[in-house]
């Protein structure tokens, strides 16, 4: 076990919704980053918050977006979901923001799935 | 821009041999480099990490890899593997900021 939790585990939807993912990490860790798994593109950063403020973007596309709330927890919210954002999402955490040798930690992931 | 090449996406071995995934890194800067192991249906594991401080880095589970700049290289080892070693194996070149960027992945099969 990791520490870092995310809900749903599971997300089944239609083409055109919105959904929510949310993550909590670690307890003492600052920074979040989330990441899409599929077969096509493999594993790709999306977006790293470090204590309530944007850090870094990856290849996210604008119908996606991110937060992270003063009690440290992440949401992620996608939009106008296509069939092609059907992916494992996974979100990881870390103590530090800047410097590359902070290990993180990724919890289990939410699989969505869009039909 | 950091890259990660991982040569082979499927490796097979038997228990008991030798298992070696292979990882190839670019990157303009002193690089920190991990290894991440996906067991079906689960999230990522670090099983280590290298930051400079040994060539030569051991992780969990008996394996260990080996940093070497001048073939920009960081392969995954363990000298026997075990069943239980199935799984899919990730190397990941971490930026300034900390994002990861992955290989492709290497998924490990054991044959008894």
């Known amino acids: 076990d990791s520490g870092v939790t995310q809900t749903p585990k599971h997300l089944i939807t239609a083409t055109g919704q919105r959904v929510t993912l949310r993550c909590s990490p670690r307890s003492g860790d600052l920074s979040v980053y989330w990441y899409q798994q599929s077969l096509d593109q493999g594993l790709q950063f999306l977006i790293q918050y470090y204590n309530g403020e944007e850090r870094a973007k990856g290849n996210i596309l604008e119908r996606f977006s991110a937060q992270q709330f003063p009690d440290l927890h992440s949401e992620l919210n996608l939009s106008s979901l296509e069939l092609g954002d059907s992916a494992l999402y996974f979100c990881?955490?870390?103590?530090?923001?800047?410097?590359?040798?902070?290990?993180?930690?990724f919890g289990p992931g939410t699989r969505l799935t869009v039909t | 821009a950091q890259s990660v090449t991982q040569l082979g996406s499927h490796v097979s071995v038997s228990e008991g041999a030798l298992v070696l995934l292979r990882c190839n890194y670019s990157s303009s800067v002193p690089p920190y480099l991990f290894w991440y192991v996906q067991y079906p249906n689960q999230g990522l594991q670090l099983l280590l990490k290298?930051?400079?401080?040994?060539?030569l880095v051991k992780g969990i589970n008996g394996f260990e890899a080996e940093f070497k700049k001048s073939e920009t290289s960081f392969h995954l080892t363990k000298p026997s593997a075990h069943m239980s070693d199935a799984a899919e194996y990730f190397c990941a070149v971490s930026e300034t900021g900390g994002k990861l960027i992955f290989g492709q992945g290497t998924e490990l099969s054991v044959k008894p």
């Open positions: 290298y930051t400079s401080a040994a060539t």
């Open positions: 990881a955490s870390s103590e530090g923001g800047q410097g590359g040798s902070y290990e993180q930690y």
